[in-house]
């Protein structure tokens, strides 16, 4: 499986200051996804990054909120905007498993942002 | 309804039982299924995935899938405190979108 590392691994901001969270991987990806977890609650999807198009963003989450960035077959960046205590919680980034693993995902260790 | 269903827990047993942990489903269009463990503040760690119904085998896990009445279940066999962790459902639906329940919280006493 793939070696999957996000930056930062925590961090503590305030409200109204942006986030940019970032995510390589240690082989080429196809799909790179970005989730949310949040406090006790499972995790849901935020958006789908391919290489070379735009982030194709799920029910309730919106670009200017969440700007996607994946400018290769590595590495994605995910920015939490314009901040406030909700979005508070653990972004993941995963990759899918490619090859015949390509219908599972593999996921980075998280980042947990606190926000003030 | 959520698509995903899982009883949250938490669920404590003691070292050596078999654990049962259960999901079920409302779409049938979903075809592959996962099993997570997840360990406090550490990301999703992929235990298993299955397509279609039927067992499948890894060492004291055992995933099982009964696509008849939408449901999944993960058996642990001989199960250890190091087991003890959050474990995830998960079905894959179109376009890699993984639909998640809510996680069962794990303790294996010793």
């Known amino acids: 499986s793939a070696v999957i590392s996000q930056k930062p691994s925590r961090d503590i901001c305030q409200r109204g200051t942006s986030l940019t969270i970032q995510c390589q991987v240690d082989?080429?990806?196809?799909?790179m996804f970005w989730y949310r977890q949040q406090p006790g609650q499972s995790l849901t999807l935020i958006a789908t990054a391919n290489q070379g198009s735009e982030a194709t963003y799920e029910s309730g989450f919106v670009i200017d909120k969440f700007p996607i960035s994946r400018p290769n077959l590595t590495f994605s960046t995910l920015t939490v905007s314009n901040m406030s205590p909700e979005d508070s919680s653990i972004y993941l980034c995963?990759?899918?498993?490619?090859?015949?693993?390509?219908?599972?995902?593999?996921f980075g260790p998280g980042t947990r942002l606190t926000v003030l | 309804q959520k698509e995903v269903e899982q009883d949250p827990g938490p669920l404590s047993v003691p070292e050596g039982a078999i654990v049962s942990l259960n999901c079920t489903y409302s779409n049938s269009a979903f075809q592959y299924f996962m099993w997570y463990r997840q360990y406090s503040r550490k990301g999703p760690e992929l235990l298993m995935y299955t397509y279609s119904s039927g067992n499948k085998e890894d060492g004291r896990f055992t995933a099982q899938v009964d696509k008849s009445s939408k449901y999944i279940s993960l058996f642990i066999r001989d199960s250890q405190p190091s087991d003890s962790a959050t474990y995830l459902c998960?079905?894959?639906?179109?376009?890699?979108?993984?639909?998640f329940g809510q996680g069962t919280e794990l303790s294996v006493k010793p």
């Open positions: 082989s080429q990806v196809t799909m």
């Open positions: 998960a079905s894959l639906y179109q376009g890699g979108k993984l639909i």
């Open positions: 995963s990759v899918d498993g490619g090859g015949r693993a390509r219908d599972t995902q593999y």
